[in-house]
């Protein structure tokens, strides 16, 4: 899976671009005018308990809370995160 956000000045460069393969989650800022990615984290979806958590505040902390909770939708809608307990207190 593929997907390209175009959201423009709310998140760091404009663009965020999801990468999803077997078992890791890429994402990356990109600059809207030269494409360049200006940063990037990679998730390990199938062994991390707390992957929602860290995807959320991945992208709400160079973006907003708003698109964050958006593509974490969209995210959860095409690949199946791990389901255990997000707050392990």
């Known amino acids: 899976m593929?997907?390209?956000?175009?959201?423009g000045?709310?998140?760091?460069g404009?663009?965020?671009e999801v990468i999803a393969?077997?078992?890791?989650?890429?994402i990356n800022f990109k600059d809207y005018f030269s494409k360049e990615t200006i940063l990037t984290k990679s998730f390990n979806y199938?062994?991390?308990p707390n992957?929602?958590?860290?995807?959320?505040?991945?992208?709400?902390?160079?973006?907003?809370?708003?698109y964050a909770d958006e593509i974490l939708k969209h995210i959860k809608s095409k690949i199946d995160l791990n389901k255990t307990n997000t707050y392990q207190w």
Do not use: A, H
């Not at 593929?2 to 959201?7: A, E, G, R, V």
């Not at 992957?51 to 708003?66: A, H, L, Q, R």
């Open 51 to 66: 992957v929602e958590n860290d995807i959320y505040f991945y992208i709400s902390e160079n973006g907003t809370s708003y």
């Open 2 to 7: 593929k997907k390209t956000f175009k959201i």
């Open 9 to 12: 000045e709310q998140v760091i």
């Open 21 to 26: 393969d077997n078992s890791t989650l890429t």
């Open 14 to 16: 404009g663009i965020i």
């Open 46 to 48: 199938k062994n991390n």
